[in-house]
């Protein structure tokens, strides 16, 4: 697929990866809640695997294999929590199998920072799991599984991401954060919520699933979080010296510059819901 799309600029390949990408998530999520859960489980691996690569290119040695293993745990507890297959109790078994990280450091001699590998292996599952396993708490927040959650939350953040990248490559003249990020723009801030907030209104017009002032909300946690999920990523590829995550997506980088805007965002919007 990367050499059929290589012929083409790098907004085309933006566009393409984005109409097939969106159209396998949102098929996912409508079509049974076990594809939903396999289509975030293959990101949310994807992603953390992304990630310790990534850390691992500026020197450090996280343990990839137990620290995916640890955090896709994390990630099917919470989704079987939520569908009432298992019992919350079972979440007292993810401590004892994080914490064989450290048992395993013990054994590598050529580690010469243990204890710096060992927090980037949590900070993966912190930052990309976490995030992603919070999802099935949304989902689940009403009761039953509700795709219309799900799937209005990736609009809210798509919106932004859309109106903030279209806006700021026309009209972007204010400097936003310019020694995270460069581009990023005050207009192409407004842009995107000024988009975001138009979806959420329509959202709720067709989608009775929460009142009007909830989505409104959503979607300025979505924007503003998102922002700064944004940046953070931003600062993480600074700090190692590259431009994108990686190139498994054309036009889009990798999977933590796609969903890096979610990764923040997530965890606010799921305090929300279950808060209010």
Same mark, same amino acid.
Request: net charge neutral; hydrophobic share 50%.
């Given at each position: 697929?990367?050499?059929?799309?290589?012929?083409?600029?790098?907004?085309?390949?933006?566009?393409?990866?984005?109409?097939?990408?969106?159209?396998?998530?949102?098929?996912?999520?409508?079509?049974?809640?076990?594809?939903?859960?396999?289509?975030?489980?293959?990101? =949310?691996?994807? =992603?953390?695997?992304?990630?310790?690569?990534?850390?691992?290119?500026?020197?450090?040695?996280?343990?990839?294999?137990?620290?995916?293993?640890?955090?896709?745990?994390?990630?099917?507890?919470?989704?079987?929590?939520?569908?009432?297959?298992?019992?919350?109790?079972?979440?007292?078994?993810?401590?004892?199998?994080?914490?064989?990280?450290?048992?395993?450091?013990?054994?590598?001699? =050529?580690?010469?920072?243990?204890?710096?590998?060992?927090?980037?292996?949590?900070?993966?599952?912190?930052?990309?799991?976490?995030?992603?396993?919070?999802?099935?708490?949304?989902?689940?927040?009403?009761?039953?599984?509700?795709?219309?959650l799900v799937t209005g939350i990736l609009l809210l953040t798509w919106a932004s991401d859309t109106g903030g990248y279209f806006a700021g490559t026309f009209f972007g003249k204010t400097k936003l954060f310019q020694r995270i990020?460069?581009?990023?723009?005050?207009?192409?801030?407004?842009?995107?919520?000024?988009?975001?907030?138009?979806?959420?209104?329509?959202?709720?017009?067709?989608?009775?699933?929460?009142?009007?002032?909830?989505?409104?909300?959503?979607?300025?946690?979505?924007?503003?979080?998102?922002?700064?999920?944004?940046?953070?990523?931003?600062?993480?590829?600074?700090?190692?010296?590259?431009?994108?995550?990686?190139?498994?997506?054309?036009?889009?980088?990798?999977?933590?510059?796609?969903?890096?805007?979610l990764l923040l965002s997530l965890p606010f919007i799921a305090a929300f819901l279950k808060i209010f």
């Open positions: 697929m990367k050499s059929r799309l290589s012929k083409y600029d790098n907004l085309t390949q933006r566009i393409i990866v984005a109409i097939v990408g969106v159209a396998i998530i949102i098929t996912a999520i409508y079509w049974q809640v076990w594809s939903y859960f396999a289509v975030f489980l293959l990101i =949310s691996f994807l =992603s953390i695997r992304e990630f310790y690569k990534l850390v691992g290119l500026d020197g450090y040695l996280p343990l990839t294999t137990w620290g995916t293993f640890s955090g896709m745990l994390i990630y099917t507890f919470t989704f079987l929590v939520q569908m009432e297959i298992i019992e919350p109790v079972m979440f007292y078994l993810i401590f004892p199998f994080s914490s064989i990280i450290f048992f395993i450091k013990l054994y590598k001699k =050529s580690d010469e920072k243990p204890f710096t590998n060992i927090a980037y292996t949590f900070l993966g599952i912190l930052y990309v799991v976490i995030p992603f396993s919070l999802l099935h708490v949304i989902a689940f927040c009403t009761g039953g599984y509700q795709f219309e990020s460069p581009k990023k723009s005050w207009e192409g801030f407004v842009g995107g919520a000024l988009l975001t907030l138009t979806i959420a209104f329509l959202i709720a017009s067709f989608a009775d699933i929460l009142p009007l002032w909830k989505w409104m909300t959503i979607g300025i946690l979505t924007v503003i979080a998102g922002t700064y999920g944004d940046l953070v990523e931003s600062l993480f590829k600074r700090s190692i010296n590259i431009k994108d995550s990686s190139e498994a997506l054309p036009g889009h980088g990798g999977f933590l510059d796609r969903f890096d805007a």
